[in-house]
């Protein structure tokens, strides 16, 4: 899946921001997993600007380019807490507190998610 920056909004407050350090209007991301918590809106995890760094970004600010969906994506839902769509892989408790930690298996395993993403949507 795919989306294009097409504005930049505050999460906080709504409101619309002419910059924003992270994204760059009218630029395609690809979206890593899909999050949806309890009572707010929903957020695409994309690599921004940087090139390197995983995050959350309100899904207001992007329209669709591409829909398709990886294979490896299943849903992690919480009851009354949250909804996502990701890589099963990223489910595993700790993972993520691995990958930023550095941790080299879960950031092989990362990369072998973004790869098999990359590739079901070129």
């Known amino acids: 899946m795919k989306v294009r920056c097409v504005k930049f909004i505050d999460e906080q407050t709504g409101q619309t921001l002419d910059s924003n350090s992270w994204l760059s ?3 395609e991301y690809r979206v890593l997993s899909i999050y949806m918590q ?3 809106p929903m957020k695409f995890q994309l690599i921004g600007d940087d090139g ?3 995050a959350y970004h309100a899904a207001n600010q992007f329209e669709i380019v591409t ?3 990886p294979s490896t994506w299943v849903v ?3 009851s009354d807490s949250y909804f996502k769509l990701t890589p099963r892989n990223w489910c595993n408790v700790g993972f993520w507190e691995d990958y930023f930690d550095g941790v080299p298996e879960a950031v092989d395993l ?3 998610e973004k ?3 990359t590739k079901e949507d070129p």
């Open 25 to 27: 209007v009218g630029k």
């Open 38 to 40: 309890h009572g707010l």
């Open 52 to 54: 390197e760094t995983p």
């Open 67 to 69: 829909n398709i969906i």
């Open 76 to 78: 992690d839902f919480e």
């Open 110 to 112: 990362f990369d072998s």
């Open 115 to 117: 790869a098999i993403i």
